[in-house]
């Protein structure tokens, strides 16, 4: 993040309908599915293969742009796994696409399951595993997002995956829909909320995972759209990296997101999907341009204001 | 299930180090992968195809010994997400293949996500999607287990999209793993536990889609290892039909689910696993003699008890 001078994630979450155009044209090259893992396209191609190779396209296309401006990638892999057959081969191709160009990956599935169905998932989404006939690869993620709802169990073969490659978990803290009141927000007889002592659990299950940086390895997801949770949050998890989604289309603004950078300037991961890749539909411009410009604009207020927090922390 | 006389369903949780014996050899069928959606092997077969066909054999010859004794099969996603490129067709092939067998299919993902992502999701695993060059299907799965902690507006989405299809979704209540004490089993301020309140919301979910037979098209996931809150879930869900995972190899036993019946011969799910496919390793038998005796075994102890508890209720 130094490095790139930037806490911004691209967020992948192709919608068909709002594909830039000319991302259906690039049908016939064998490596449009999965550039590094010779996943060729079939020959003969339904609307399954088309609408799979239309959406890789699509992303490369955003990666292209606005990658110099961020600093990893996440794939929501619902809009993955809705491609059909070649869902997970997009996916793993694009994730190489990325690390490519320099970005990390944070494969955004809210997985949580027990035992040997979280380590099946955690060796999907990053090294894979050994099969029967040979090595079968991973998505080779550097980061999961996981579901705390099943409790520890359920998050540790995932953050054994992770820290396998050297990366790590961030657990679903407190989310930005409404539905958050339901169950995240329900207040605890021993005091606090559901959310709270979820905040509890990530900063115990990271305890060991906290590096040089000063930062763990378990961190936790929260929604940017009501940024007075973020402050308690920094307090019970002082070394978690926060992955904030939820500026720009659903309301978030940078501005608000401060206190994450209290754990030092890695301590907030800035996701932004739709106000991106859908920035030319205000500004008029090329989308390439605009979600260039509007990656920029993101990468610079962020920047700024974790200077700020920083040199006054 | 009346006219199956069975409760049973056989989960398909493929472990690659217990494959049948003879399923890696089944490569060079054209069917193989996907055998109602004509998903071909690629000709020049690497370690991935060749595991994920030997997977497909696997659960086919597994299908084919029990499908009788049995009402549905559950698919655990991750087992299928960890064979890389061709998961998802080895599992919509398999749902088709069970289908064709007079199977109920449940997708056992676990997912939860909000609005767009949720639907993604829920389209992929039911009745896909009309893409931009035509129609991308879906798993075709009758019922989806889904995670609550994001809430009802979490949820909403998937049970949509079952319903499109005259399906339901299975909410997860109280799970069998060490780890629900942490979250699941939270005293609330307000009185009872996250999971009782779960339930409740999952009954509320489900008001409105009781049908004929006095169960909603809303049920849960209660692990089987647990039987005294079987009796209590049934209290705060009276219409919910009830997934019963844990059987056998997790140490749940079927003499204790009866309060699932108290709703009706339909009101319980009891999914095996492990049980079924490994069978052979105590009886000696052959693979598919012992999971067909082993399933018709649960099968029948399973139907006795409903038939007791739906006499004396």
């Given at each position: 993040m130094a490095e790139r001078e930037s806490q911004i994630v691209l967020g992948l979450d192709p919608d068909l309908l709002s594909l830039w155009p000319g991302s259906g044209e690039a049908l016939g090259s064998q490596h449009d599915i999965e550039p590094f893992q010779g996943?060729?396209?079939p020959?003969?191609?339904g609307p399954e293969e088309r609408t799979a190779v239309a959406v890789a396209s699509h992303c490369r296309a955003l990666i292209d742009a606005t990658a110099e401006a961020c600093v990893a990638v996440k794939l929501q892999l619902a809009r993955f796994e809705v491609l059909g057959r070649h869902g997970l081969a997009v996916?793993?191709?694009l994730a190489a696409y990325a690390r490519a160009a320099g970005l990390l990956v944070i494969a955004d599935g809210k997985r949580g399951d027990i035992d040997v169905s979280a380590a099946a998932y955690a060796a999907a989404l990053t090294d894979g595993i050994e099969g029967p006939f040979g090595p079968v690869p991973g998505l080779g993620a550097d980061l999961l997002t996981v579901n705390p709802l099943m409790g520890r169990d359920a998050l540790e073969p995932f953050l054994a995956a992770a820290r396998r490659s050297g990366g790590g978990v961030l657990v679903l803290v407190r989310?930005?829909?409404?539905?958050a009141a339901d169950v995240e927000d329900l207040e605890l007889a021993a005091g606090g909320s559901v959310w709270e002592r979820i905040a509890r659990l990530a900063d115990e299950l990271g305890e060991r995972g906290v590096g040089e940086s000063g930062l763990s390895d378990v961190g936790a997801v929260l929604g940017a759209t009501?940024?007075?949770h973020l402050a308690r949050a920094r307090e019970l998890m002082p070394a978690a990296p926060l992955l904030l989604p939820g500026v720009g289309a659903q309301g978030g603004r940078v501005q608000?997101?401060?206190?994450a950078f209290a754990a030092g300037r890695a301590g907030g991961l800035i996701s932004a999907s739709r106000s991106i890749s859908e920035a030319h539909r205000s500004s008029g411009e090329a989308p390439a341009r605009a979600a260039r410009a509007e990656a920029e604009r993101l990468r610079e207020s962020a920047w700024a204001l974790s200077s700020e927090v920083c040199a006054t922390s």
């Open positions: 996943g060729a396209v020959v003969e191609t996916a793993r191709g989310t930005s829909n409404p539905g009501r940024p007075e608000e997101l401060g206190a």
